[in-house]
């Protein structure tokens, strides 16, 4: 059934994640960044989204990473979360920036050991990385997380590399599957600086 959406388009995507999470879809709150370097050239990664708020939703990277490096050079960006099991998908569009070294201090201890794992990881590795194409040897990001494993993460603070990055969107849509019977719906919101609005758009 087509919802009518309204209010504050974060209370609605943070819902439609209890939602998907609830009803067993797979990784529920991963999302698809787009961002583009200074010359234009656009990259697409999914990231994995911690927290949703009034206003804006975080993550986390490596740094320098790609998206790092586009994000310094041009913080406008497009993300997409798709749950294809409830016909929804959510499109959202703004920008997004490091925050500072205190939220990611305190971020850290609440991430999952693995993805700990995997920051310290990144941290002995980044440091030898070389463009365009940034190759690192083959087994490398297995053996460094080996080495992470035994150093025990858990017991160490945030790796330097180690970062928050938020995402505040100016603009979010909401797409719904329709039926055999029924068209498929998408309900636009734009905000306008005091607040948001909201109206259907051809999906």
Partial sequence: MIETLTGNPLDVLARWVAEAEAAGVPMPSTMTLATADADGNPHARTVLVTTIDDHSLRFHSSSPTAKTRDLADNPRVSAVFHWPALGRQAILTGAATELDRAVTTAAY??????LQLVAWAYEDLTPALRGPDY??????VEKAFAAAAARDPQTLPAP????????R????DFWQVGTETTPAAKTRFRSDGAGWRSFPVLP
Avoid: D, H, Q
């Fill in 169 to 172: 969107p100016c603009g979010v």
């Fill in 109 to 114: 201890p609440t991430r999952p050991r693995t």
């Fill in 160 to 167: 330097a590399s180690w970062t928050t990055i938020e995402l």
């Fill in 135 to 140: 190759e690192v040897p083959a087994g490398a």
